[in-house]
């Protein structure tokens, strides 16, 4: 254990007040309000017939929030969009890992999350704030681009039938 020191305790209470106000800034906003980064691919998503989003954040390095897709679809689509996942990452077109995984709404109705367990390992990172800012915005915003031209280009199955 380290020894209390006043330098240690003001670093302390400013990065926890930067914290703060840093989750006041994103948490303060309306939530139809979705981050730009992401906002190109949660229209897309909502552009198919049989997809809602539900909720999506862009990823932010300074709040630890990785980046994802949280919506409801129809199997077949979600198949399909697994399927040119893995087919992008075996063509190496993504700079991260990403997942699809079903889940249940408040309702017990099934829905689904597109995130990256590597995002969401890495933004616990303290390296990762400095990568952040120097390449990962970039590989985060290609990997989002490239996943909606996955949904644009789309095989038969993800021409989605209504919910």
């Known amino acids: 254990m380290r020894p209390y ?26 939530y139809h309000v979705i981050d730009a980064h992401i906002v190109a691919l949660v229209q ?12 999506s ?3 932010h390095h300074l709040g630890a929030r990785p980046p994802y897709v949280y919506f409801k679809a129809t199997t077949p689509f979600v198949q399909a969009l697994e399927a040119a996942l893995r087919d992008a990452r075996s063509k190496q077109e993504l700079n991260f890992y990403w997942v699809l995984k079903g889940l249940l709404d408040e309702n017990c109705q099934l829905t689904f999350l597109l995130s990256s367990s590597e995002l969401d390992e890495r933004v616990y990172s303290i390296f990762w704030a400095p990568y952040m800012f120097w390449r990962g915005r970039k590989a985060i915003d290609q990997d989002l681009h490239t996943i909606g031209r996955l949904i644009s280009e789309g095989q038969p199955a993800m021409t989605a039938r209504p919910l």
Do not use: D, E, K, Y
Not at 12 to 17: G, K, L, P, Q, V
Not at 44 to 55: E, F, K, R
């Open 5 to 30: 020191t006043p330098i240690s305790s003001i670093v302390c209470a400013i990065r926890t007040s930067f914290t703060q106000w840093l989750h006041r800034q994103h948490l303060g906003r309306p």
């Open 44 to 55: 897309l998503m909502n552009s198919h017939h049989g997809i809602c989003t539900v909720a």
């Open 57 to 59: 954040c862009q990823g």
